[in-house]
Nanobody, 116 residues
Framework: QVQLVESGGGLVQAGGSLTLSCAAS????????MRWHRQAPGKERELVAS????????NYADSVKGRFTISKDNVKNTTHLEMNRLNPDDTAVYYC?????????WGRGTQVTVSS
């Protein structure tokens, strides 16, 4: 049974930090690239960060570049998103996605709220 479970969301003040985690099971995690997306109320889902299957290549949305860091642990089958210097515009539900060829799996999301 494939599972992606996000954790680590919560309420934080502007300027603060959070680290999100995504625990994977039920598939060959090391073969999959991982992505973090977010969706704010009334807005389209946005791709925030991605990392290649072995972690050698990362990409970030311009809105988070220099503040967020994505990482992947193929031993623990987890992906993390370290978020620094958070601002209210980062408020959203954050989702992780596993991608390999034509297969993809999604988690259910974790809420991040940044207060001003």
């Amino acid at each position: 049974q494939v599972q992606l479970v996000e954790s680590g969301g919560g309420l934080v003040q502007a300027g603060g930090s959070l680290t999100l985690s995504c625990a994977a099971s039920g598939f060959a995690f090391s073969s999959y690239g991982m992505r973090w997306h977010r969706q704010a109320p009334g807005k389209e889902r946005e791709l925030v960060a991605s990392i290649s299957s072995i972690g050698g290549v990362t990409n970030y949305a311009d809105s988070v570049k220099g503040r967020f860091t994505i990482s992947k642990d193929n031993v623990k089958n987890t992906t993390h998103l370290e978020m620094n210097r958070l601002n209210p515009d980062d408020t959203a539900v954050y989702y992780c996605e596993a991608v390999w060829l034509d297969r993809n799996y999604w988690g259910r999301g974790t809420q991040v709220t940044v207060s001003s």
